[in-house]
């Protein structure tokens, strides 16, 4: 059986994408060229050196769709999309990176569109719709890490992130709801670097302020084994973390427990039936899965403690 590799379901006429999911991501029925390779795109980094304004360890290049030749091409100026090859330190991320946000958005947290497709030379690659434009025109944003006037985007904790999103927005019963949600599941998917920088807000013409969509979300457990639970503290720790830890975070918060206690847990099967159909080599599907059934244990708890 085939699935697409934007939404991760099943097609019956075995094509890797659907229509709609292309038009969802693209504005068109046709999957755009992608006219070079791995090798290459380090070197079409280096000619738009200084005009890239994204951040990052990973390899990423601005880039846009045009339709006249109906092919993805590199852009300095414009982008429309972040496109993320794989990388020779971590195997898979393209893939990791796709199953991780099409799981987040199953689970219901807001992602940017996105999907997995192939360089010229057969390589995967990472394709997410970028947020912060429309059109072409920019729409402001922030990260925690320049909010908080941080000088380590590993430094920190969650809590100081909550604080000063209940402060500045515009919607602060609802997004710092939502930003709970965001590190629940951060932790249930296995990303542990999930650091300052990786926590958004976007601002409407009005200057209105909210929370903006999730984003760089991947199983960094699966790729670095010995890595603690959280980039940040949260309850003043970053390991060992339980379901009474999140319980704890969620009162910090002013979420009501009848919100915190069942999020997500009836998505387990969800996750574990993406992991499986996923684009992962087997071992590493088999890895993930390990995973995520070993976090549903330790967050269980926090259904089942009397206290709450």
């Given at each position: 059986?085939?699935?697409?590799?934007?939404?991760?379901?099943?097609?019956?006429?075995n094509?890797?994408?659907?229509?709609?999911?292309?038009?969802?991501?693209?504005?068109?029925?046709?999957v755009?060229?992608?006219?070079?390779?791995?090798p290459?795109?380090?070197i079409?980094?280096q000619?738009?050196?200084?005009?890239?304004?994204?951040?990052?360890?990973?390899?990423?290049?601005?880039?846009?769709?045009?339709?006249?030749?109906?092919?993805?091409?590199?852009?300095?100026?414009?982008?429309?999309?972040?496109?993320?090859?794989?990388t020779?330190?971590?195997?898979?991320l393209?893939?990791?990176?796709?199953?991780?946000?099409l799981?987040?958005?199953?689970?219901?947290i807001?992602?940017?569109?996105?999907g997995?497709?192939?360089?010229?030379?057969?390589?995967?690659?990472?394709?997410?719709k970028?947020?912060?434009r429309?059109?072409?025109e920019?729409?402001?944003q922030?990260?925690?890490?320049?909010?908080?006037?941080?000088?380590d985007?590993?430094?920190?904790?969650?809590?100081?992130?909550?604080?000063?999103?209940?402060?500045?927005?515009?919607?602060?019963g609802?997004?710092?709801?939502?930003?709970y949600?965001?590190?629940?599941?951060?932790?249930?998917?296995?990303?542990?670097?999930?650091?300052?920088?990786?926590?958004?807000?976007?601002?409407?013409?009005?200057?209105?302020?909210?929370?903006?969509?999730?984003?760089d979300?991947?199983?960094?457990?699966?790729?670095?084994?010995?890595e603690?639970?959280?980039a940040l503290?949260m309850?003043?720790?970053k390991?060992?973390?339980?379901?009474?830890?999140?319980?704890?975070?969620a009162?910090?918060?002013?979420?009501?427990?009848?919100?915190?206690?069942?999020?997500?847990l009836?998505?387990?099967?969800?996750?574990?039936?993406?992991?499986r159909?996923?684009?992962?080599?087997?071992?590493?599907?088999?890895?993930?899965e390990?995973?995520?059934?070993?976090?549903?244990i330790?967050?269980?708890?926090?259904?089942?403690?009397?206290?709450?």
């Amino acid at each position: 059986m085939s699935y697409c590799s934007i939404c991760g379901k099943s097609s019956d006429q075995n094509d890797k994408y659907h229509k709609t999911c292309l038009k969802r991501l693209f504005g068109i029925d046709y999957v755009p060229a992608i006219n070079f390779s791995l090798p290459e795109i380090s070197i079409k980094a280096q000619q738009t050196a200084g005009k890239l304004s994204i951040s990052g360890v990973q390899p990423k290049l601005s880039v846009r769709l045009n339709k006249k030749s109906r092919e993805i091409e590199v852009t300095p100026e414009h982008g429309e999309y972040i496109l993320k090859p794989q990388t020779q330190v971590f195997g898979h991320l393209p893939e990791n990176e796709n199953l991780c946000m099409l799981i987040a958005e199953c689970a219901g947290i807001t992602v940017p569109p996105h999907g997995l497709f192939e360089l010229n030379d057969g390589t995967k690659t990472y394709i997410i719709k970028r947020y912060d434009r429309n059109k072409g025109e920019k729409i402001h944003q922030e990260n925690f890490y320049q909010i908080l006037e941080s000088k380590d985007k590993y430094k920190g904790s969650l809590e100081a992130i909550g604080t000063k999103l209940k402060e500045i927005s515009d919607a602060p019963g609802l997004d710092v709801q939502l930003y709970y949600e965001r590190v629940l599941f951060n932790f249930l998917i296995g990303n542990g670097d999930a650091h300052s920088k990786n926590f958004s807000v976007v601002y409407d013409k009005e200057g209105r302020c909210r929370l903006a969509p999730a984003y760089d979300i991947v199983c960094s457990k699966l790729v670095i084994p010995d890595e603690e639970d959280f980039a940040l503290t949260m309850g003043g720790k970053k390991n060992k973390l339980i379901g009474r830890d999140f319980a704890d975070f969620a009162r910090y918060l002013g979420i009501p427990g009848k919100v915190y206690k069942d999020k997500f847990l009836k998505d387990e099967e969800m996750f574990i039936s993406l992991i499986r159909n996923s684009e992962f080599p087997t071992d590493d599907k088999t890895k993930i899965e390990t995973i995520v059934k070993e976090r549903f244990i330790r967050i269980g708890k926090i259904w089942t403690d009397k206290n709450d």
